[in-house]
C-alpha cells in the first residue's frame, strides 16, 4: 500500500501562484509514477501534470503546459506542483495518484490521495 496525502491548497487571485505538495508513504517503490488530477464541480476528474520518481521525466495537459511544474524531492519521498498565472479555471480538487504507467489516465492510477480544493477568484 502506498499512502498519498496532499497539502498547500487555499484561495489565490488570478495571476497569482500555489504550490501544492504529495508525500507518499508505505510501499513506495511500488510506485514508479506519481501524477496530479483535479475535479471541478460537476465535471470529470482531469489529468494535470505526471513525473517519473527515477529520472524525473514530467508532461502535462495542455491546459497547464508553460503555467504549472511538477517536480519531486526523492529524499523526502514528496512530490510538489507549482502553479503560476492560476485562473478561475484552475478552480477544482487537486488529487495527487501513484502508479507504475506514465499516463494521464486516471484509471492507470492505483494509489489516490484525498484531495486539496484550489479556489481561485476573478
Known amino acids: 500500500q502506498v499512502q498519498l496525502v496532499e497539502s498547500g491548497g487555499g484561495l489565490a487571485l488570478a495571476g497569482g501562484s500555489l504550490r501544492l505538495s504529495c508525500a507518499a508513504s508505505g510501499r513506495t517503490l511500488s510506485s514508479r509514477v506519481m501524477g496530479w488530477f483535479r475535479q471541478a464541480p460537476g465535471k470529470e476528474r482531469e489529468f494535470v501534470a505526471g513525473i517519473i520518481w527515477s529520472v524525473g521525466s514530467t508532461w502535462y495537459a495542455d491546459s497547464v503546459k508553460g503555467r504549472f511544474t511538477i517536480s519531486r524531492d526523492n529524499a523526502k519521498n514528496t512530490v510538489y506542483l507549482q502553479m503560476n498565472s492560476l485562473k478561475p479555471e484552475d478552480t477544482a480538487v487537486y488529487y495527487c495518484?501513484?502508479?507504475?504507467?506514465?499516463?494521464?489516465?486516471?484509471?492507470?492510477?492505483?494509489?489516490w490521495g484525498q484531495g486539496t480544493q484550489v479556489t481561485v477568484s476573478s
Open positions: 495518484a501513484a502508479g507504475f504507467l506514465s499516463t494521464s489516465k486516471a484509471n492507470d492510477y492505483t494509489y
